[in-house]
C-alpha cells in the first residue's frame, strides 16, 4: 500500500518531489517505492528524463486502478467512520452541569447502559441545539424552533451556601449580615457567555431590600473553581440547587441561611426530531429525567431536608 500510494502521488504530479512533500517522506523514500513496484512487475511504469518525468504506457494503465482503487478505499473508510459516529450518542451540556451535576452520576449511566456510546460535550456556553449538531443538548432556556423537541428539566433556585469550615466575620442571621462576609462572585466573562442576564449577590440581595455595600468580594470567571474554594471555606457563594444539591446532601457544603430566590428561568432537555426515536437517545433521555426529579425549587429550607448552619451565634477571628 506504500509503494501504491506513493506511485499514484508521483502519478498525479509526474513529480516524486511533490509526492514526497505530500506524503510527508523524502524524495528518495518515493524512488525506493516506485522502484519496488517495477521489480515486481518488472516493467517501467515512470519515463524519467534529465528535468520531469512521465507515464509510460504501463504506469498510465496503473495509475487509473490505484486511483479508482484507492477512492473506493476512502470512500469505505469515510462510511465505517460515519455509521460509528452514528452510534456514538452526543450529549451536550454547559461546562458547570457537566462538572458539578453529571460527573456525580455518569458512572451509574455507564454501568448500567453498557451498550451505549456517551461522548459528553462540556462548553462554556449554553449548547445552541440548531447549530451544534448534538443529539441531546442540556439548554439553558430554550425557544421552541421546528424540528427540534424540548422537555423541561428544572427551575432555578439560588441560595447562599457555603462550608462547615468557614468562620464568618458575625453572626449571620439575616440576609443584610451577608454584606459583611466574604462573598464569591462570577465575573462579566463568566455572564457574557449565557444567554441571560447575571443573577449575581447585587440581584439576590436585592431581593431582600439589601444593598450591595460588599465589605470582601473574591471574583472568578468559572463557577466551578468558585465552588471549590466555597467548599474550601475561603468564602460564601451563590449556589444554584441543580449544581450544588450533591454537595449538600454529602454535606460537603451548607446553607446559612434558608432564603432563598427563584429566578424564573428554566432548563430544558433537547433533541432533533431526527434522533428522538433512537433507542439510545431514548435511554439517556428517561435516565436524566429521572436524575433531576428532585430538583423542582422548594420555597422554604425546611422542605429540602438539607442540613443548614447555625452561624447565629459564630463568629470568626474578625477577618
Not at 193 to 211: I, R
Request: aromatic share 10%; glycine share 6%.
Amino acid at each position: 500500500m506504500s509503494a501504491l500510494r506513493a506511485f499514484e502521488a508521483a502519478a498525479r504530479h509526474l513529480s516524486f518531489t511533490k509526492a514526497a512533500n505530500e506524503l510527508s517522506v523524502t524524495q528518495a523514500a518515493v524512488s525506493r517505492h516506485i522502484l519496488t513496484l517495477e521489480d515486481h512487475l518488472d516493467i517501467q511504469l515512470f519515463n524519467r528524463g534529465n528535468q520531469k518525468v512521465s507515464l509510460s504506457p504501463a504506469g498510465e494503465e496503473l495509475f487509473e486502478a490505484a486511483t479508482l482503487s484507492l477512492a473506493h478505499i476512502a470512500a469505505a473508510f469515510d462510511s465505517v467512520k460515519r455509521r460509528e459516529k452514528a452510534r456514538r450518542l452526543t450529549v451536550g451540556m454547559p461546562m458547570s452541569f457537566a462538572t458539578l451535576f453529571m460527573s456525580h452520576r455518569i458512572g451509574d449511566f455507564v454501568a448500567n447502559n453498557p451498550d451505549v456510546d456517551l461522548h459528553l460535550v462540556s462548553l462554556e456556553r449554553s449548547p445552541s441545539p440548531a447549530t451544534d449538531g448534538f443529539d441531546v443538548s442540556v439548554v439553558m432556556g430554550y425557544l421552541a424552533r421546528p424540528g427540534f423537541t424540548a422537555t423541561e428539566l428544572f427551575g432555578e433556585e439560588v441560595f447562599p451556601v457555603c462550608s462547615k469550615s468557614y468562620q464568618p466575620h458575625a453572626p449571620i442571621v439575616t440576609p443584610e449580615d451577608l454584606v459583611n462576609e466574604v462573598l464569591l462572585v462570577m465575573d462579566d466573562q463568566h455572564w457574557s457567555a449565557y444567554p441571560w442576564s447575571p443573577f449575581d449577590w447585587v440581584h439576590w440581595l436585592g431581593q431582600f431590600g439589601v444593598s450591595s455595600d460588599f465589605k470582601r468580594v473574591i471574583t472568578f470567571n468559572n463557577y466551578p473553581t468558585m465552588m471549590q474554594a466555597v467548599i474550601r471555606g475561603h468564602g460564601i457563594g451563590l449556589g444554584w440547587r441543580h449544581l450544588v444539591n450533591d454537595f449538600l446532601n454529602e454535606g460537603s457544603l451548607i446553607r446559612p441561611l434558608p432564603e432563598s430566590c427563584l429566578t424564573g428561568r428554566k432548563h430544558h432537555l433537547v433533541i432533533p426530531d431526527t434522533a428522538i426515536d433512537r433507542e439510545d437517545v431514548q435511554i439517556f433521555r428517561n435516565w436524566l429525567l429521572a436524575q433531576v426529579a428532585d430538583l423542582n425549587p422548594v420555597p422554604t429550607l425546611t422542605d429540602t431536608g438539607i442540613e443548614t448552619a447555625d452561624f447565629s451565634q459564630r463568629k470568626g477571628s474578625g477577618r
